[in-house]
């Protein structure tokens, strides 16, 4: 059974940083594409980054790109989001997603993962 456990959110003012961490166990983490998605209150979840099993491709929401980092670590079976000048828009609870496909159709990024976690909140305040 696979299990995908976040850590890392919390509140931050405007302009700052934080790395989100995910855990995973009970796959085989170091051939799954791994990705952020987050939901916003009263909004549907989206998609924010992507990474392929070996690193070698990485994928970024435009509201993100330039601002965030996805990284993984096969060896620690854990995937990273370093997030830097988070705008209060960023304020979501963030979903670590494992074991699927990530497509880029033209702006936007089409993706089915098979396993999602629990969330961390993130809160970004103005």
């Known amino acids: 059974q696979v299990q995908l456990i976040e850590s890392g959110g919390g509140l931050v003012q405007a302009g700052g940083s934080l790395r989100l961490s995910c855990a995973a166990s009970g796959g085989t983490f170091s051939s799954s594409t791994m990705g952020w998605l987050r939901q916003a209150p009263g909004k549907d979840r989206e998609f924010v980054a992507g990474?392929?099993?070996?690193?070698?491709?990485?994928y970024y929401a435009d509201s993100v790109k330039y601002r965030s980092t996805i990284s993984r670590d096969n060896t620690k079976n854990t995937v990273y989001l370093q997030m830097n000048s988070l705008k209060p828009e960023d304020t979501a609870v963030y979903y670590c997603a494992a074991g699927g496909t990530v497509i880029r159709a033209g702006a936007k990024f089409i993706y089915n993962f098979h396993y999602r976690g629990q969330g961390t909140q993130v809160t970004v305040s103005s």
């Open positions: 990474i392929s099993p070996n690193a070698d491709n990485t």
